[in-house]
C-alpha cells in the first residue's frame, strides 16, 4: 500500500466514525468566532493598520528575530505589553499554538516535572512532546488532584521544579480556572505557575487584562496571552519575568528558527491594547448581552457558563454536526466540535457570543436550537 492509500485510508476511518472535516467559509450571523469584542473588523483596527502603513511600517520581517527580523513595532509592543499587563517583560511570537509549543518545549527542564490540567489545549501538548520534563495530568480544575500529583512525584524522588500549567477560561467549556487556589500551591511548592489567558484576555479583569491580572509580574508566573481574539488580530504575548524571555530567546527552537511575526501585525496589537484600555464600553457591552444570553438559555432549562463560550453538548458526532448544519442553513454560523478536540461522547456546539451579534440575534438562536433538541 502506497503512502497516498494510507492517507486515503485514515480519512475513509474518520468519514466513517464522523468526524473527517473540511474547511467551510464563514457565513451568517457569528456565533462561533472568538472575536468577542468585535475588534477584528472595526474601524479602530483599519485606521491602526492604515496608519501604519503610512509610516512605513513593512508588512514581513524577513527574517527572524535574532537576525534581520527584528523590528522597531516588535520591541515596542513588547514593551507597552509588560507595562500594561504589570509584567517584567514580554515576548511577541507568531500564534498562540506556536507560543505553547515554545513554552512548554523550552522552560521546564530534565528532571522537572509539569502538571497540567486534563482539559489543557492541544498547544501545550505539542510543547510537552517536544520537551525534555516529565508530565502528568490532574483532574479538570481540582487543584488538590495537582497537588497529590506533585506529592506522590516527591515521594518518588522527584526533585526539580514543578510547572503547574491551566488555561484560566476553558475553550470548550467556557468555566474559569481556580487560579488564587493554583497560585497557592504554586507558591508552597515551589512551582512555576504557567496560564494561558487566550480567552479571557480582553473581556476580563481590569482594563481587560484578564483573570490572572492579580498574578501578573510575580517571580513565578509566565502568562500567555494570545492577540487573535479579543485583540482581533494575530499572534501571541508571553509575559514574564525578563530572565524567562531571555532563556526562551537564547534556548527556544520555535523562536530561534521562526521568521518574525508581521511588524505591521505587532503595531496593530498596540492599538487593541490601547483600546482595552481606552474603549471600556465595549467590554461592558458584552457582558450586558452575555446576561442576556443567560436569561435565554435559562429559559430552555440550560446550564450558563458565565462567559462568552457556551457549550451544548450533544454527545454523539454525527447528530452534532448535523444540528450545526441545520442551525447553518437558517442563517447561523454555529459550528459542531468533535473528538479529540473535546472528550469522546462530548461531541458538542461550541457557541461563543460577541459583539458582532445582538440581544434579538441570540434569542433567535435558542428558538431555533430548542427545535433540534
Not at 22 to 30: A, I, K, Y
Request: hydrophobic content about 45%; glycine content about 10%; overall charge negative.
Amino acid at each position: 500500500m502506497g503512502a497516498l492509500d494510507i492517507l486515503v485510508d485514515g480519512l475513509t476511518q474518520l468519514s466513517a466514525m464522523g468526524r473527517r472535516r473540511s474547511l467551510t467559509p464563514r457565513s451568517g450571523l457569528d456565533f462561533s468566532s472568538n472575536d468577542y469584542l468585535g475588534l477584528a473588523a472595526s474601524s479602530r483596527l483599519r485606521d491602526a493598520v492604515i496608519a501604519a502603513l503610512a509610516r512605513g511600517v513593512p508588512t514581513g520581517s524577513g527574517g527572524s528575530r535574532l537576525l534581520r527580523g527584528n523590528c522597531e513595532e516588535h520591541e515596542m509592543l513588547e514593551e507597552e505589553a509588560a507595562q500594561f499587563f504589570g509584567s517584567e517583560a514580554a515576548l511577541f511570537v507568531g500564534s498562540g499554538y506556536g507560543a505553547n509549543a515554545l513554552l512548554f518545549s523550552t522552560l521546564p527542564q530534565r528532571g522537572d516535572l509539569v502538571v497540567y490540567d486534563e482539559l489543557i489545549h492541544a498547544s501545550a501538548h505539542e510543547g510537552m512532546r517536544l520537551g525534555r520534563a516529565e508530565t502528568r495530568a490532574f483532574a479538570h480544575n481540582d487543584v488538590d488532584a495537582a497537588a497529590d500529583v506533585i506529592a506522590a512525584w516527591r515521594n518518588r524522588g522527584g526533585s526539580g521544579t514543578p510547572w503547574l500549567a491551566m488555561e484560566s477560561l476553558y475553550s470548550m467549556d467556557g468555566d474559569r480556572a481556580p487560579l488564587t487556589d493554583a497560585a497557592l500551591l504554586a507558591e508552597r511548592e515551589g512551582a512555576m505557575l504557567l496560564i494561558d489567558e487566550a480567552h479571557a484576555t480582553g473581556v476580563f479583569g481590569p482594563d481587560g487584562r484578564g483573570l490572572a491580572a492579580d498574578l501578573d509580574g510575580g517571580a513565578n508566573v509566565v502568562v500567555l496571552r494570545t492577540c487573535g481574539k479579543a485583540l482581533g488580530c494575530e499572534g501571541a504575548l508571553i509575559l514574564a519575568p525578563a530572565t524567562v524571555r531571555d532563556f526562551l530567546i537564547n534556548r527556544g527552537r520555535g523562536f530561534i528558527f521562526s521568521t518574525a511575526p508581521s511588524p505591521l501585525i505587532a503595531a496593530v496589537v498596540r492599538d487593541a491594547l490601547r483600546c482595552l484600555r481606552d474603549e471600556p464600553e465595549r467590554r461592558d457591552r458584552l457582558h450586558a448581552l452575555l446576561h442576556s444570553a443567560a436569561r435565554e438559555w435559562c429559559r430552555i432549562g440550560m446550564p450558563v457558563s458565565g462567559s462568552p463560550i457556551q457549550p451544548v453538548v450533544i454527545g454523539d458526532d454525527r447528530r452534532t454536526m448535523e444540528i450545526a448544519a441545520a442551525l447553518q442553513a437558517t442563517g447561523f454560523d454555529v459550528r459542531g466540535v468533535r473528538p479529540p478536540t473535546v472528550p469522546p461522547g462530548s461531541a458538542r456546539l461550541r457557541l461563543s457570543f460577541t459583539l458582532n451579534v445582538d440581544e434579538a440575534s441570540i434569542a433567535a438562536l435558542v428558538t431555533a436550537l430548542q427545535e433540534h433538541l
